[in-house]
C-alpha cells in the first residue's frame, strides 16, 4: 500500500505528465479497437448476404470459388444439380456489378436476379415491397442514403430505368450494395449489356434466357456437405460449396489486403502509446529520484520501489483505455452517419484483448524507468 500511495502521489503532483502519458494510451487504444471494429465489421458484411440467404450449398460455375467473381452455369448442368439426391430444391441466381444512377451521380452495385418463387431475395425489409416486379428494383437502404433515392424514383441501371420498389437492410458489403430485381429483368439487363458490346454469335449458354450465375441449394438438415461432394464428383464445369465455405471464399480478398495493413498499424499504435507512457513515466522518475533514494537506502527492497513505477505505468494506462474506448464508440457512430457503407464491429474479445495490450503497454513503459530506480546511488542522493 505504501507504494500505492507513493504512485498516487507522484500522478497529482505532476497532473500535466500525467495528462499527456493518458492522452497518449487513450490515441493508441483508439487506434487498435477503431481498426479492429472496422475489420471485424467488413468481414462481417461481406459474407452476410451469403449466409442469410437460407441455401444449404452453393453451386456456381467451375473456376468460380466466392460470390465475387461469378461465372455463368449451362442450364444442362443446372438440372443435373437439380436430380442430384438430397436436393431438395436449387433456386438460380443472376447477377453482376453495375452501376446505379441516380441524380448525376452512380455508384458501385451488385444486381442480384432472383426467382420469386425461390431463395436469394432480399434479407430483410425497410420499407415497400421484397418483390419486385417487371420494372421495378429493391435497393439497399445504405445504398438509398448514399444515392437519394427513394420508393417511386427511377434509377438508370445497366441502361435501363427501374422504380425502386423497395428498400431493404444487409446488403451492404462495404465497397458496394447490393440491389435486387426479378430474374427476367437481370437477365434483360445481361442482354442489352451484350448488343451494347454487338455481340451476334451468342453461344446458347450465353443466351439472356438461359444465364445462370449460381445455384442456391436446399438440402436436409446436417446434409450439406454430403450434397456439396456429390455434386462436384458427378456434375461437369460446376464448384459446389457449403454457404459457410462460399461465405469463407468470399471474405478472403479482404483477409488477404487488409490482415496485413491492420498489423502494420496496430504494432505502430502499440508502439506509440508505449513510447509516450515510457516517457512520462521516465521523466516523472528523474523528478522524484531523490525520494526513490531515500526510499531505497532506509530498506525498501527493490521489488518494492519497481511496483510504484508499475503502479504509475498502470494507472496511467487504465485510465486511457477508458478514454480511449469512449472515443472508439464516438468515433464508431460518427463513422456510421458520415461513411454509411463502413461498418464497425466492436466485440467484448477485442476490448478484452485491448486491454491486454494496454496492460503490456505498462510493463514495457516501465522497463527503463525501473531500471533507473534500481541504480539509484543512496549515497549520493545523501551527499547531495
Do not use: H
Not at 420499407?127 to 438508370?156: H, N, Q, W
Amino acid at each position: 500500500m505504501v507504494t500505492l500511495s507513493i504512485a498516487i502521489r507522484n500522478m497529482r503532483t505532476g497532473k500535466a505528465r500525467v495528462a499527456f502519458s493518458i492522452a497518449g494510451v487513450a490515441v493508441a487504444t483508439l487506434l487498435l479497437s477503431f481498426i479492429l471494429a472496422l475489420y471485424r465489421g467488413w468481414n462481417e458484411r461481406i459474407g452476410s448476404y451469403i449466409e442469410e440467404t437460407g441455401a444449404s450449398v452453393w453451386v456456381s460455375a467451375y473456376g468460380s470459388e466466392s460470390f465475387f467473381t461469378p461465372g455463368f452455369i449451362s442450364p444442362s448442368f443446372a438440372e443435373q444439380v437439380r436430380q442430384e439426391p438430397g436436393v431438395l430444391g436449387a433456386s438460380p441466381l443472376v447477377y453482376r456489378p453495375v452501376k446505379l444512377q441516380f441524380g448525376g451521380g452512380a455508384w458501385d452495385t451488385w444486381v442480384v436476379g432472383f426467382d420469386a418463387g425461390g431463395i436469394g431475395g432480399p434479407a430483410e425489409m425497410d420499407s415497400g415491397k421484397a418483390l419486385p416486379g417487371p420494372g421495378e428494383i429493391v435497393i439497399d437502404t445504405v445504398l438509398a442514403r448514399l444515392s437519394g433515392a427513394g420508393i417511386g424514383d427511377r434509377v438508370r441501371v445497366a441502361g435501363r430505368m427501374l422504380t425502386v420498389s423497395g428498400i431493404s437492410s444487409g446488403g451492404n458489403v462495404v465497397f458496394a450494395q447490393l440491389a435486387f430485381v426479378e430474374i427476367a429483368e437481370a437477365r434483360a439487363q445481361f442482354g442489352q449489356a451484350l448488343a451494347d458490346a454487338r455481340m451476334t454469335d451468342i453461344p446458347a449458354s450465353l443466351q439472356p434466357a438461359n444465364i445462370i450465375t449460381v445455384l442456391l441449394v436446399k438440402t436436409a438438415p446436417g446434409e450439406a456437405a454430403t450434397v456439396a461432394a456429390a455434386i462436384n464428383k458427378d456434375v461437369p464445369a460446376v464448384n459446389a460449396f457449403t454457404t459457410a465455405e462460399f461465405a469463407e471464399n468470399s471474405r478472403k480478398p479482404l483477409k488477404q489486403s487488409m490482415l496485413p495493413v491492420l498489423l502494420i498499424i496496430l504494432v505502430l499504435a502499440f508502439g506509440v502509446g508505449t513510447l509516450v507512457l515510457g516517457l512520462t513515466v521516465y521523466t516523472a522518475v528523474l523528478e522524484k529520484e531523490r525520494e526513490f533514494g531515500v526510499i531505497k537506502a532506509i530498506g525498501t527492497p527493490g521489488p518494492g520501489l519497481l511496483r510504484v513505477v508499475f503502479e504509475q505505468a498502470l494507472a496511467s494506462c487504465l485510465l486511457g483505455f477508458v478514454a480511449g474506448e469512449a472515443l472508439v464508440l464516438a468515433a464508431a457512430w460518427g463513422t456510421s452517419v458520415a461513411v454509411p457503407q463502413m461498418v464497425t464491429l466492436i466485440k467484448p474479445l477485442d476490448l478484452l484483448a485491448v486491454l491486454g495490450g494496454a496492460v503490456a503497454m505498462s510493463l514495457l513503459a516501465s522497463v527503463i524507468p525501473a531500471g533507473r530506480i534500481m541504480r539509484v546511488n543512496t549515497l549520493a542522493v545523501f551527499k547531495a
